[in-house]
């Protein structure tokens, strides 16, 4: 149990600190200040683009325990807005101040072990994994899920780092060199229609909400597009949302997931689970009247969550690199440009949200 | 001529510097961080609510000029959230940095004769009003215009401040005496079916734009609602937009303007302008695609203006005082806290919004 109260609303006037510095970090500032919210940031790097909208800015390193606690005396809650964020430094401010998503969801998140163990033990469909130690599982491994098959680090990776191809068992030498001879978990390859992603939410008193789900298109593992609504039957979305609240449920969750799903023949599959904001839930800033930033928000500090129903059908689409300056001309669009210094080919510098009425 | 180039579009990344740390100049740094701009805020009193969300604040009284130019110094375009920004600042800040608005807009909404003599000039229909210096003025005026009539201050007037109603000739000394025996405007009672008004944009290229007209509603002076659409016919929705134009070009403005009109059975009699985004535009928050802020940032930016239709149909609803806390419980709105300080009785500490599909 954390120090400060854990059960009680926080008021208007709160202060959040927020782990992270980087897009996700400044859109949920920009929510928590329509909160009428306070935030800190907390971020190693220098010129976090978070911090160009938010109250105070704290840079320190994630093992700097001195600054993390003077942090957590300044803030009434914690979140953070990547699924990396190192375990002892939330150790740290846990023992000061409530951090919400919980401890479990960033366990279950960091390694893919745990996760794909995790989500099968809820009775989820994943894709068939192996966990490797060494090269010798990971030829073992080949034997039972054969070729095409993606291995992937256990943990720390993110918009397809961290991951490789296997066409054929042949590969499997230069792949495990790829990924730096480190525990990884072999995946084998589903074979699936769409790719679609369910944003959803719990509260502190246990309400799950989500918004509806959007269909992603990926380019080089670095999400390129979301559409909504997918072109999915009812039935299966309402699977999604059903499939994300048992999730939350069983992580006992506070704040707001991503989860993302493989549409197959018999089902949906979980790819994977980030406990926080989601690039694929960027369209609930401009399609709905709550977006997944302040539905986050609401949550950590116990507040009802909000309506989701979204006003518009939606297409929001990433800003890679150099992409960004093509923002100036847009007039036709809703447009997010992040604050970030150096627009580096496939560095995610914004995205702009397309809106159609609601089909 | 301002010493940068007056003429160039600024990319991403620019700076922007606003007079003003209240709730406007709060919502015009997040629309503005939005599209990739830094922001600096001036203003004199402490901890304003727009530095919370902004990259830098200047605390600095409006007639230190050294700040003011060192703010210049930090920035590539200069506006201000509010009308009553002495000239004097604009004046330092025009000769370093383009200042947008210009100062025709400050001037003419600085002074209510002026503004109406402008209004007039252009063929637009006011209330009847006459200048007042002194008391022999006023008792004159009452006999040419009659009563009731409202008399208010020339200059710094808001929110129903500087301005006081006479039934009847007898509360004349009253009245004087009320408004601080002043430069004053006695200006005709307009019989009016309802209150309505129109945000508009032009851009540097001329470009003119403007949200659909909505409808207000006041009390005690300050504005409590605002209904979108107006219940108003078609062709009288044009005719406010196009007269929003007019004056926008006439003043050769750049940026957004609030215009609000009096609905009369011979047809729209201009009240007042404002040379800034308008409590009336909030709604466009969440019921347009690009709000009025954006509109605002992208016409000072050099940027073309953005598409402003409106998806949704909408009201808003300002919170005053300790109504604020109400948001806590809210669910089915758009909520926006400004983050100020003390709810005191009347002041405006955040507003709502309520979505309902276009009709």
Same sequence: chains 1, 2.
Avoid at 10 to 27: A, F, V
Avoid at 62 to 77: H, Q, S
Wanted: with cysteine; proline share 5%.
């Amino acid at each position: 149990m954390a120090a400060k109260d854990a059960a009680r609303r926080l008021p208007i006037g709160s202060r959040i600190g927020i782990l992270g510095g980087g897009q996700l970090g400044r859109m949920l500032a920009v929510a928590a200040g329509r909160l009428g919210m306070e935030v800190e940031i907390f971020e190693p790097a220098s010129e976090p683009c978070a911090a160009q909208v938010a109250t105070r800015v704290t840079r320190a390193s994630y093992e700097d325990v001195g600054a993390l606690r003077d942090f957590a005396a300044r803030i009434d809650v914690a979140t953070y807005e990547f699924e990396n964020v190192p375990i002892g430094a939330v150790r740290v401010l846990g023992d000061l101040v409530p951090v919400r998503p919980g401890m479990r969801a960033l366990e279950v998140s960091q390694d893919r072990i745990i996760e794909k163990d995790f989500l099968s033990g809820i009775g989820l469909a994943t894709a068939p994994y192996v966990a490797i130690d060494d090269f010798g599982d990971l030829t073992a491994a080949l034997g039972r899920i054969g070729a095409p098959a993606i291995l992937k680090t256990r943990r720390f990776g993110y918009d397809g780092k961290g991951q490789t191809r296997l066409s054929d068992a042949d590969e499997a030498p230069a792949a495990w060199e790829t990924l730096g001879e480190t525990p990884s978990v072999l995946e084998g390859f589903v074979a699936f229609e769409r790719e679609i992603s369910v944003i959803a939410a719990r509260g502190m008193d246990g309400q799950v909400v989500a918004f509806d789900p959007g269909e992603n298109r990926h380019e080089d593992g670095i999400l390129r597009a979301t559409t909504i609504p997918a072109a999915i039957p009812n039935g299966l979305a309402q699977d999604a949302v059903l499939l994300a609240g048992r999730i939350l449920n069983a992580l006992d969750y506070v704040g707001v997931i991503g989860v993302e799903l493989f549409v197959t023949p018999s089902g949906l599959v979980v790819n994977e689970i980030a406990p926080r904001v989601h690039n694929s839930g960027h369209w609930t800033q401009d399609a709905c009247l709550i977006d997944q930033f302040e539905q986050h928000v609401r949550a950590i500090c116990g507040w009802p969550l909000g309506d989701g129903s979204r006003h518009s059908d939606a297409v929001m689409t990433n800003l890679l690199g150099e992409e960004v300056y093509a923002v100036e001309e847009m007039t036709g669009a809703a447009v997010h440009v992040y604050g970030k210094g150096t627009a580096r080919p496939g560095r995610k510098m914004g995205h702009f949200t397309r809106l159609s009425p609601r089909g």
